[in-house]
């Protein structure tokens, strides 16, 4: 009979979010154990409603699932063939959505929160972790996401000597489909594509279009603490009247752009719409794409409803806004994501300066790859650049300038270029398999997880 090797240490991950949760997947399917520290319920967040991993706290959309001409659409099918958690739960349950990709927020969370559980290699601590851990844990990794506990970012940015970089995001609300008047609106995608009726409408002529604006601008807005008053948005999720402030047309060659729709009451392009995307498997709740936003709960209700549409919306929850915590990774961390300072220490996800819900899985997955490997005696292999992975991962641990560093989504603006030369059209397409060639020989030198 072969003796049963001893199992090695065993790493810390906190934090049961996308990044921690798939960190800590990828880090179990290698044989390692893991101790996974989640502070919710015992201290909760002002944006998470569970104690599930991976719950979804803002939009239910992983963007994009075109794998040849969009990266984040790469990057998904990166992770598929990196056998990613996350992504293996929101193919499962994922909702129409025209060409993206986005889920059943509750079977998702579900779904990634029994697969962790079921594991036997799987210890879940529930506890905040207000301290860095100290150095006896060994081999730990950082994933508490954008919102880390208050404590906690304090002792990084203590230890670290950086001043604390963060920006607010805001939550977009979210409709019971039963309340939406349908002899107003309508289903269609945009150019009909997916299945051509994956969202629900709501038109605006010129006149409703400019009044809405109007409503946005004088509306009562959520107050912010005196410390707050200087954080920047992100770029990306920028609330709905922040938008409207930068000039009234704004919202109209934006969320609100009616190009590819034809309103069936009319037959005619609208003006202006307002898009709703399924937000749960059975299809009874809608939420208002690009309608993340710091209105006052009462004056989301009064305005919203001015939609026509939406008179007689009942809202399954209104939007609201949090703060994000990330810290300077060009400047702090090495190549595999560990801090300088500290190597028994990496970091991963939205912390690190990624932004959108797949990239923060993402570098969930290439930091439990890192930490499995160092665990089992491995030498860890950063993806390559070409790839998404390792493009994402190259930008926030040196790619980027650590002056100006800012949360970035995956483009192709990070990836190298091509070495031989491509027509501008061809480029996207060229560049994505050229990534997926080189993933398959990362792939080979770093064990695939089970």
Same mark, same amino acid.
């Given at each position: 009979?072969?003796?049963?090797?001893?199992? $090695?240490?065993?790493?810390?991950?906190?934090?049961?979010?996308?990044?921690?949760?798939?960190?800590?997947?990828?880090?179990?399917?290698?044989?390692?154990?893991?101790?996974?520290?989640?502070?919710?319920?015992?201290?909760?967040?002002?944006?998470?409603?569970?104690?599930?991993?991976?719950?979804?706290?803002?939009?239910?959309?992983?963007?994009?699932? %075109?794998?040849?001409?969009?990266?984040?659409?790469?990057?998904?099918?990166?992770?598929?063939?990196?056998?990613?958690?996350?992504?293996?739960?929101? %193919?499962?349950?994922?909702?129409?959505?025209?060409?993206?990709?986005?889920?059943?927020?509750?079977?998702?969370?579900?779904?990634?929160?029994?697969?962790?559980?079921?594991?036997?290699?799987?210890?879940?601590?529930?506890?905040?972790?207000?301290?860095?851990?100290?150095?006896?844990?060994?081999?730990?990794?950082?994933?508490?996401?954008? &919102?880390?506990?208050?404590?906690?970012?304090?002792?990084?940015?203590?230890?670290?000597?950086?001043?604390?970089?963060?920006?607010?995001?805001?939550?977009?609300?979210?409709?019971?489909?039963?309340?939406?008047?349908?002899?107003?609106?309508?289903?269609?995608?945009?150019?009909?594509?997916?299945?051509?009726?994956?969202?629900?409408?709501?038109?605006?002529?010129?006149?409703?279009?400019?009044?809405?604006?109007?409503?946005?601008?004088?509306?009562?807005?959520?107050?912010?603490?005196?410390?707050?008053?200087?954080?920047?948005?992100?770029?990306g999720c920028l609330?709905?009247?922040?938008?409207?402030?930068?000039?009234?047309?704004? !919202?109209?060659?934006?969320?609100?752009?009616?190009?590819?729709?034809?309103?069936?009451?009319?037959?005619?392009?609208?003006?202006?719409?307002?898009? &709703?995307?399924?937000?749960?498997?059975?299809?009874?709740?809608?939420?208002?794409?690009?309608?993340?936003?710091?209105?006052?709960?009462?004056?989301?209700?009064?305005?919203?409803?001015?939609?026509?549409?939406?008179?007689?919306?009942?809202?399954?929850?209104?939007?609201?806004?949090?703060?994000?915590t990330f810290i300077?990774?060009?400047?702090?961390?090495?190549?595999?994501?560990? !801090?300088?300072?500290?190597?028994?220490?990496?970091?991963a996800g939205q912390?690190?300066?990624?932004?959108?819900?797949?990239?923060?899985?993402?570098?969930?997955?290439?930091?439990?790859?890192?930490?499995?490997?160092?665990?089992?005696?491995?030498?860890?292999?950063? $993806?390559?650049?070409?790839?998404? !992975?390792?493009?994402?991962?190259?930008?926030?641990?040196?790619?980027?300038?650590?002056?100006?560093?800012?949360?970035?989504?995956?483009?192709?603006? !990070?990836?190298?270029?091509?070495?031989?030369?491509?027509?501008?059209?061809?480029?996207?397409?060229?560049?994505?398999?050229?990534?997926?060639?080189?993933?398959?020989?990362?792939?080979?030198?770093?064990?695939?997880?089970?």
């Amino acid at each position: 009979m072969t003796e049963k090797l001893p199992l $090695p240490l065993p790493v810390h991950v906190i934090g049961g979010g996308l990044a921690g949760s798939e960190a800590a997947w990828q880090i179990i399917s290698r044989g390692v154990p893991v101790i996974l520290h989640e502070m919710r319920p015992v201290k909760p967040t002002d944006a998470h409603a569970t104690d599930g991993f991976a719950e979804l706290v803002c939009s239910n959309s992983f963007r994009s699932d %075109d794998p040849v001409s969009n990266a984040v659409g790469l990057l998904h099918e990166e992770m598929r063939r990196a056998s990613s958690l996350i992504l293996r739960a929101a %193919d499962a349950h994922k909702v129409p959505a025209g060409g993206a990709l986005a889920v059943d927020r509750d079977g998702f969370s579900e779904a990634v929160t029994a697969a962790l559980s079921a594991s036997p290699l799987l210890t879940i601590v529930r506890e905040e972790v207000p301290e860095l851990p100290p150095a006896d844990w060994g081999n730990t990794i950082l994933a508490t996401g954008p &919102l880390t506990s208050p404590s906690l970012a304090e002792a990084i940015r203590a230890f670290t000597g950086e001043e604390s970089l963060s920006f607010f995001d805001a939550i977009a609300p979210i409709i019971h489909k039963d309340s939406i008047d349908m002899s107003r609106a309508w289903y269609q995608s945009r150019y009909d594509k997916g299945d051509g009726a994956d969202y629900i409408n709501c038109a605006m002529d010129r006149e409703q279009y400019y009044a809405f604006i109007e409503a946005l601008l004088a509306g009562e807005k959520t107050d912010f603490k005196e410390w707050e008053k200087n954080t920047p948005y992100f770029e990306g999720c920028l609330p709905i009247e922040v938008m409207a402030e930068r000039g009234p047309d704004t !919202l109209s060659f934006g969320p609100m752009k009616p190009v590819g729709l034809t309103d069936p009451h009319t037959n005619k392009r609208p003006f202006a719409v307002v898009q &709703l995307r399924q937000d749960n498997a059975l299809g009874t709740l809608y939420n208002m794409v690009g309608f993340q936003t710091k209105l006052k709960h009462s004056e989301q209700t009064r305005i919203f409803r001015s939609i026509p549409g939406l008179e007689n919306a009942a809202f399954a929850r209104l939007g609201g806004l949090h703060r994000n915590t990330f810290i300077n990774s060009p400047r702090l961390l090495d190549g595999t994501l560990r !801090l300088k300072a500290r190597p028994d220490l990496r970091f991963a996800g939205q912390v690190t300066g990624v932004e959108g819900y797949v990239e923060s899985a993402a570098m969930g997955l290439i930091a439990g790859r890192f930490a499995a490997a160092e665990a089992l005696g491995e030498l860890p292999t950063p $993806p390559p650049t070409t790839t998404a !992975l390792g493009a994402l991962l190259n930008h926030v641990t040196g790619g980027a300038d650590e002056k100006t560093f800012q949360p970035m989504n995956v483009n192709f603006g !990070l990836f190298p270029p091509m070495e031989t030369r491509t027509k501008k059209g061809d480029r996207k397409a060229a560049m994505s398999a050229r990534a997926l060639a080189d993933l398959a020989a990362w792939l080979g030198v770093v064990p695939q997880a089970a």
